[in-house]
Nanobody
Framework: QVQLVESGGGLVQAGDSLRLACADS????????MGWIRQAPGKEREFVAA????????YYADSVKGRFTISRDNAKNTVYLQMDSLKPEDTAVYYC????????????????WGQGTQVTVSS
């Protein structure tokens, strides 16, 4: 089981970059496939990116492909989300989550969640 804590959110302008980090305080991150999910006000949770155990395989929502990069450092028990060319529509609470289900693009496949970090992009 993991205990996840996100950091790195904030208020930025359109076109800026942010890097989110998600640390596992229990040191078991390497045992889990990981993902980033976001939720905008009044909307359902939306898949953003996912990464395999070793980081060899990565997956992205079409809306962020080419702008966001997910990565992991298992030695540091941390997963990252580098977000470039941010847009106002990227404004949301971003959650880090560990997946046990097979469908990486479905938020319900993720069983363990962090508390979330707010990202706000102004135009």
């Amino acid at each position: 089981q993991v205990q996840l804590v996100e950091s790195g959110g904030g208020l930025v302008q359109a076109g800026d970059s942010l890097r989110l980090a998600c640390a596992d305080s229990r040191g078991t991150l390497s045992n889990h496939r990981m993902g980033w999910i976001r939720q905008a006000p009044g909307k359902e949770r939306e898949f953003v990116a996912a990464i395999s155990y070793t980081g060899i395989n990565t997956y992205y929502a079409d809306s962020v492909k080419g702008r966001f990069t997910i990565s992991r450092d298992n030695a540091k028990n941390t997963v990252y989300l580098q977000m470039d060319s941010l847009k106002p529509e990227d404004t949301a609470v971003y959650y880090c989550a560990a997946r046990t289900g097979n469908n990486y693009y479905t938020p319900r496949a993720y069983d363990y969640w962090g508390q979330g970090t707010q990202v706000t992009v102004s135009s």
